[in-house]
């Protein structure tokens, strides 16, 4: 088969790389951004020959689609607000397409091409990263192990490995979409109906064995199509953020100031925007690419032959010293690499423009990220 790569940053290496890699039967990989020279960096660290760099812009979708034509799969790792496009554009070559995701209506608008995509014969499955993406995938299998499911909880972040103040963060993907999940709105379940609660609000404590202290909160995008999925079969299902504890409130102060606001205000006679401005400083002065962890947990309560079940999923996955990709792109990339070529194969439970969590084989998803060492802890818990 042969995948095409659309963006060269942080996560297209992570997906060239497991491409590559990790996936014997894939027998080319074309890594396209605007900067070929990105692309070609890409290709030379990847170091394979069946890896070859392409010039694309992805604004250009008469471009994209021509690229599309001669590729099983697409993945798109450039920002999310192409992805509707690009979705159209994979119907138009019939060419299965899957992105990384990370934002609700993008995602309502791919959602509503399904009656294209299954007469085009191909998948358009969205949000296939970490969270939204792996976590869909892993609350479903989760889910299928009780008679009736009550509660799933999610918790998920990305963390610096030495953390650094004020933030103890460091950027591990698109400045934009931290944003974003910092301001928009979180659908959750409660009380077994869809509502909207405010993001960076209900903090939590949580810990893992070998640790510091650790937060969750509420932010917007990871629970994806969850929400609808479960709707009349859950009665609780909610996600949040993990940080280093007290990062959620001093980035809150700097959202409250107005410094992620998108109107323009007049400085010195020149008009700005707080977000870019902030963005820009965030990106100069939070590091990146410095050894990170991800850390997962997911917890179901439900009931089995009558009794009050808990389960835990937990993932503990840190940057691979041999390789030198981050945690953050092994478990954002290799899930939509391993997806990209399910589609490839036919290899799906339907066709069309579908979530992931309905599409995709849990337990084919599971022991493929087993086999990159990409490992889940499975706890039954007391009641």
């Not at 998948?123 to 509660?151: Q, T, W, Y």
Request: charged share 25%; with cysteine; net charge negative.
């Amino acid at each position: 088969m042969k995948i095409l790569v659309l963006g060269a940053g942080r996560m297209g290496l992570g997906a060239v790389f497991d491409l590559a890699h990790n996936s014997p039967q894939v027998e080319a990989v074309t890594v396209a951004d605007f900067d070929l020279k990105k692309a070609e960096e890409v290709a030379e660290k990847v170091g394979i020959d069946k890896v070859a760099p392409h010039h694309v812009d992805v604004s250009n979708i008469s471009d994209v689609a021509e690229l599309m034509k001669t590729h099983d799969s697409a993945i798109s790792c450039v920002n999310y607000w192409y992805n509707a496009e690009l979705s159209r554009a994979a119907i138009a070559t019939k060419t299965n397409f899957c992105d990384l995701g990370g934002n609700n209506y993008i995602v309502d608008e791919q959602l509503a091409l399904d009656d294209e995509a299954k007469a085009a014969g191909i998948n358009i499955i969205p949000d296939c990263g970490l969270a939204p993406g792996m976590v869909s995938i892993l609350a479903m299998h989760g889910a299928k192990r009780f008679d009736e499911i009550e509660e799933i909880r999610i918790r998920v972040g990305g963390l610096p490995q030495n953390p650094q103040p004020p933030l103890n963060y460091q950027l591990v993907f698109s400045v934009e979409g931290l944003i974003n999940e910092y301001i928009e709105v979180a659908r959750v379940i409660r009380d077994g109906k869809i509502t909207e609660v405010q993001s960076m609000t209900e903090i939590e404590s949580l810990a893992f064995d070998d640790f510091p202290p650790l937060e969750a909160f509420q932010t917007s995008g990871g629970t994806s199509t969850l929400p609808d999925t479960f709707l009349g079969k859950i009665k609780e299902l909610d996600y949040k953020t993990i940080r280093y504890a007290g990062h959620c409130e001093r980035f809150k102060t700097m959202i409250d100031l107005g410094l992620c606001s998108s109107e323009e205000i007049l400085v010195d006679y020149a008009r700005i925007t707080p977000r870019k401005v902030f963005g820009e400083l965030l990106t100069t002065h939070l590091p990146a690419d410095e050894p990170d962890y991800v850390l997962v947990r997911l917890d179901f309560v439900g009931k089995s032959n009558g009794e009050t079940k808990r389960l835990r999923y937990d993932i503990v996955d840190r940057q691979d010293e041999t390789t030198g990709l981050s945690a953050m792109m092994r478990t954002t990339a290799f899930p939509a690499s391993i997806i990209a070529q399910m589609m490839a194969k036919g290899d799906v439970l339907k066709r069309g423009a579908t979530p992931q969590e309905k599409a995709i084989d849990s337990e084919k998803f599971i022991a493929e990220l087993e086999r990159r060492n990409i490992k889940i802890t499975q706890t039954e818990l007391s009641a």
